[in-house]
Each structure stands twice: as C-alpha cells, then as structure tokens.
C-alpha cells in the first residue's frame, strides 16, 4: 500500500511538473493612438483536458499588463496572466527559419576547416624554423667532407622549398575559406534581416481547459513605442483652382515585433492620459511683490495676426468640396475621437522608422489672398483661406507646400483655433517688392518740461512685378498706451482701416502689372523724460 501510495503521488507530481506549451502569437491587428498602440494578436494550443501552463511569444517588449484581455472558447478559464520579457525555460527550444539553419550549419563547417588548416600552417612554420636553424651544421661540423656537405645542401634546399610551398598553399586556402566565410555572414545576416523581428516579451498563461483539442486565443493589450503623426500634401496649379490635399499619417513604432499585414487603424484618441474629471477649490487672492513697471511688447507674429482679420480681398472662391476618401479608408468620427480605418493590410517594421500611410484626398474649396505685415518681415504671402474646415477632419500637423508644380517649403495647420476659417500659407511670392522705411525727416524726438516727445514715420512701398493684378492685404500697426502716463497719437493712416482696440492698420489695395504704391504712417508717442521705453 505504502508502494502505491508513493507511486500516485510520484504520477502526481510528474503531472504537476509537466513541461509548458510554447505558442507563437502574430499580430493581426493594431490600433495606433499618438503615443500608443492596441494590439490584437492570435495564436493556438493544442490543450489536454485539465490545467495548463502556456507561454505565448512575440509579444510587445513593454505592454501595460493591467490592459491584457484573453479571449477563448468558453471551454477554457483563464486562471491568471503575467508578463515577463525576461523568462528563461529548458523546455524552450531555438527555433529557426530552414534557410538561416542552412547558413549557420555552412558556417561551421567554414570555421572548422580554417582552424584546421591554420593548425597545419603553423606546424609547417615551425618545421621551417627548425630547419633553418639547423643550416648552421657546416659551419659546426668541420668533419663532414665535400660529398656529405654537398648531400645536406641539396636536403636543406629541396626540403625547405617543400615546406615553403605547402605553405603557400596552406595560406591560399585559408584566404578562400576566409572570403567563403564572409560570404556567409553576409547572407546570415541578409536571411535575418528577411525573417520577421520577434520579441523578447512573453504571456504566462494559466489554464484550465473541460474539453481536450486545438484552442484558439485572441490577445488585446496596450503598448508603448508606438505612435501616429498627420501631415499633409498641399498641391495648387494656380489661384484659380482649389487647392489638392493629401491627408497621410507618420506611423512609427518599435515595440519589439514586425507589424506583418496587419489591419492598421489610426485614432486621435490618448488611452493613457488622466480620465479623471477636475474639481474646484476655493479661490483666495493673494499679492504679488513688486518689481516696477513692465512694458509689454504688442507686436504680432504673420499668422496670428491673420486670425479674425481676413475680410475681403478674395481672388478665386465658390468652388464646390472635391473630397475623395482612398477606397481602403474609413473615417470614423465619434464623440471623443476620429479614427481611421485602413482596409488593406500594412507591413509596419519595429525599427522606429516612420511608415508613410495615405489616408485621403480633399480638393479644398479655397479664397486665395496676398497678404504682408512688413513692420515683422518685407514678404508677400500667399494664403488660402478654407471655411467650414471643421468638417474635413483634420488634425495639426505639418504640411508640405507644392505650387504651380514647384515644392515652395513647409507650412503648419492648426485647426484648433476659434476663428471660421482656416489660413493656409501657400508661400512667399518673390515677385511683389515690399520695403519699410523710416523716413528720417520726418522723425525725430523732442523734450519738452517734463515730456519726452517723439515722432515716428514710415514710408511702406509695394511693387507688384507679376504680369497679372494683384489684391494685396497690406498691415501694420502703431503701438498702444499701457499706462495713462505714455499718451499716443495717430497723425496720419493714408486711408487705412484702423482698428484702435489693437492699433492695427489695415489696407486693401489693387496694383495693376507693374504698379508701384506707396504708403505713409505716422504716429507721436509723448511720456516721462525720466522713463525709458525699450520696445519702440
């Protein structure tokens, strides 16, 4: 009894220790938000009725392990997940592609016929050494006779040119093996790079199964290294056409596995940011010490002056939305987020390297506009202006610029502005001469009792040196009064639309072919002679 008992319990025991299931798991799908990805992998086991110990492969170096779900047959309880990329098993076996086996079998056979002959090289070496340190028998042997010495002579020579060339020859096929060698590191290197990248990462999966068989298992978790940028194509033949954009995505990760065929969706969401909604405390006032008084400085960048003030001055407009979603892509639009859905399957490599992905084309429906601000820089932009652009989905992003057939540089588009159009800047137009200049005249400063008074003007001429008219948007600006004790003046505009809430100036002008226009503004700032005013 004592026997049997020992042997159930030795069954037992063996039972318990039975050696793991090792499955390869493969990415089917991924989901890529900007600074993550979902992945769904697939994989199977052959399960024996009872428990089980699986360890799936070739999952993500660094997933979030809370985000693991296990789908299987309801045959199967999943009992417990862990991740680990650190798990070392003998019961793993090395697994191999045929062709990179061939390889590394063929490169030992090479390593070992090289140290075989360089074993049989550097005997003849030494047979060679001794032999000529022996040559010196004449000279300390002075019994030998002529006919003897004549015999060693003749031995030495025949012997040492016999190990000479078998030297020789020895060292030839050394370089033979050697290039042979090289070859085959370079092809093991070339099939390797051919094979799909594995990862480190694995699932510990345990199991109880009712029914023995084959079982499949869905694998969804979340992943860092991976993420999605959109960019943009902006092509325009001319200001009398709308403009061709080409929505597309920088799709870049390095989770430690090939994305091979996958089905690829991008999402404007972010899964890893604080869900959490904020709340309010109660808000005391508090003084702030004093440092003297701060001058803001109100000068405005191009494009930020642009918002809000675009009226008129339109060149081509009316054109009705030539939107063209690619066949393969599905926009998805939620509460949330915008997905895309891509039908067709990607190759996505784990090297951090970004994957061009084209997600859809629009023709924008656009008012073309010239626009300068020479007080900030002597350039005439051309800009597009784009309305209900909230429609088109878009997401900030960078934008290359392709004009009548030409690459003219890159532009951003931000669609998270207030504004109900979207300014795109379509370049610089080299042909329209701008140039501000202090006209020293008629500047100059004056003190007064207690005053210091000085006098600002500038003379702002345009050139249109194109062979068609041109509509320009022309601004500048005159500074405002942060203090009642700083008093300023506007002497002259010459026609200008004035908006005194920011100081900004602004003319719609029309220069014919050729046509030059000058411009006069002029303006009095009057404050403290004590003081100093160092943004003027």
Known sequence: MKNIALLLLLIGGAALAQKPLFVTAKVKAATVYSNSAELVQTTSAVLPKGTSEIVVKNVAD????SSVQIAAPSTVTVLSVQFTNNYMSEYEIDEHSTEVKKVRDSIKIAEKEIGRLTNALNSEAKTLELLDKNQQVSGTNTGLNLAELAKVVEYYKAKRTEISDNYDTLEEKIRNWNAVLA?????????????????????????MNDVAGNVDFAINYLTANASWQPFYDLRANSISEPIQMMYKARVTQSTGIDWKKVKLTLSSGNPTQNNTAPLLQAWFLRYAPTYGAVYRDKEESVINSLNGQMAGVTVSAGYKTLASVSPYTTINENQLNISFDIDIPYDILSNGKAHSVALKEIGLPASYKYYSAPRVENEAFLLAEISDYSKYNLLPGDANIIFEGLYV???????NQTSDTLNLSMGRDKKISIRREKVVDKSGTKFLSSKKEQLFTYDI????????????MLKDQYPLSPDKDIEVELKESDGAKVNTDTGIMTWQLNLKPNETRKIRISYKIRYPKDRVIDNL
């Open 409 to 415: 540089g890159k532009t951003f588009i931000n669609p």
């Open 461 to 472: 001429t345009i050139r249109n040196n194109k062979k068609e008219t041109v509509n320009l």
């Open 62 to 65: 660094f997933l979030n392990e």
């Open 183 to 207: 070859r085959l590191n370079t092809k093991l290197e070339i099939n390797t790079k051919n094979q799909e990248k594995t990862s480190n990462g694995k699932l510990i999966l345990q199991v």
